[in-house]
């Protein structure tokens, strides 16, 4: 599978997803992201491969030892990485193809905030709303 950053400047491969798919609502990936959870899964290092653009890649470093990575150019985050951990968190709202795979839990619902509604039945559409302009 491939992914990339918004801008396509940055791009990357992976064999296969090592974990299951998760939603994470804490405060700091709510910040990180711009949105309300983050959708992550693990990677072993060895099954993710960056293709271009890597030395665009910025971090911050948002918990001891625990860095975020992004493109310097767009801002799209791409993986995160925390010291001493095998696997990579990758950001998998930036893979290009389908994992396959749905989310399995939501985790720091205790950070989300309180307009998170996923269980509601709000409306859902394929793209904007009717009469979006
Ligand atoms: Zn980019
Ligand atoms: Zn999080």
Same mark, same amino acid.
């Given at each position: 599978?491939?992914?990339? #950053? ?7 491969? $992976?064999?296969q997803?090592? %974990?299951?798919? /998760? &939603?994470?609502? #804490? ?11 983050? %959708?992550?899964? !693990? ?11 890597? /030395? ?6 948002s918990?001891?030892?625990?860095? *975020? ?5 767009? !801002? ?17 709202? %930036? ?5 396959g795979?749905?989310? $399995?839990? *939501?985790?720091?619902?205790? &950070? ?22």
């Amino acid at each position: 599978m491939r992914g990339s #950053c918004l801008c396509k400047s940055i791009e990357y491969e $992976v064999d296969q997803l090592d %974990t299951e798919i /998760e &939603h994470c609502a #804490c405060h700091t990936c709510r910040k990180a992201h711009a949105a309300a959870f983050n %959708t992550a899964a !693990g990677v072993k290092q060895a099954h993710f491969r960056w293709l271009k653009g890597a /030395e665009l890649l910025k971090h911050y470093e948002s918990s001891p030892g625990k860095k *975020r990575y992004f493109c310097s150019n767009c !801002g799209s985050h791409l993986v995160a990485q925390k010291e001493g951990k095998a696997h990579l968190v990758l950001r998998v709202a %930036t893979l290009d193809d389908d994992p396959g795979q749905l989310p $399995v839990q *939501r985790i720091w619902a205790s &950070h989300a905030v309180p307009w998170l509604a996923y269980d509601s039945d709000i409306d859902s559409h394929a793209e904007w709303q009717p009469g979006h302009q």
